[in-house]
């Protein structure tokens, strides 16, 4: 937790500190136009992931470090400050703890990656000649999960399909021309009831459910079209 506020601080902090260089307030040749359309890119730093899931009466709890991940992005503006936005998202962890049934498990590998189709609705926060432009965000998507943990050779839990998912975003934008923008976001990200396939040891493989989830810090650059 301490690590994830101390990410989210930074962040917010860069774009405070780089938002007097800016010549003018944000401004830009499309705030006013519904329908203008832009693009953009994102580099994330993801603080770890959990999946915590039940083979009948086993319990199996992963817990993945650190990730990193990124997006691509299209979206168009709309009237009253709305964006609505198209997002590809991209997350890879590794497998940092292993537990079944409480147990702790030496000689655990794997790794988990997420690949997410979403669609997104933003609101600029309207804050007349401020040289920072505050958003909230929300999305709905699917994700496809891939997933391979295991004990020595074992597999114990896998997963290979798709899900919904969805995430919440809050964040800021700073100008560096009249068309092109930083931005840093917070994101939360879910993936919701996914199906895995759970081999606990020493037991034969069954079905289980588990919502994954994930914080991020997201830096990127936008660009008008």
């Known amino acids: 937790m301490a690590y994830r506020k101390a990410l989210i601080a930074g962040v917010f902090w860069t ?14 040749p499309h705030d006013q136009g519904s329908g203008a359309a832009y693009l953009g890119l994102r580099g994330s730093i993801v603080d770890g992931d959990d999946t915590h899931a039940s ?57 988990l990656q997420i690949a997410a189709p979403m669609a997104n609705v933003y609101w600029d926060v309207p804050i007349p000649e401020f040289p920072l432009r505050p958003f909230i965000g929300a999305g709905l998507g699917a994700a496809y999960v891939d997933a391979h943990d295991r004990i020595g050779a074992n597999p ?13 975003m809050a964040g800021a934008a700073i100008p560096l021309s009249q068309d092109a923008r930083l931005t840093g976001l917070y994101r939360f990200f879910r993936v919701q009831d996914a199906s895995y396939r759970c081999t606990p ?7 289980c459910r588990a919502d994954t989830m994930n914080s991020s810090i997201d830096l990127g650059l936008e660009f008008d079209l």
């Open 15 to 28: 774009l405070w500190a780089a938002a007097p260089a800016a010549a003018d307030p944000y401004t830009s």
């Open 156 to 168: 114990v839990i896998a997963a290979d399909n798709w899900h919904f998912a969805y995430q919440l």
């Open 201 to 207: 040891p020493a037991l034969p493989t069954a079905a």
């Open 55 to 111: 083979a009948g009466a086993v319990d199996l709890k992963a817990h993945y470090s650190t990730g990193l991940g990124g997006s691509l992005y299209a979206g168009a503006r709309l009237d009253y400050g709305f964006r609505i936005e198209g997002e590809l998202v991209y997350r890879h962890f590794s497998l940092d703890s292993l537990s079944v049934a409480g147990t702790p498990q030496a000689g655990r590998t794997g790794f």
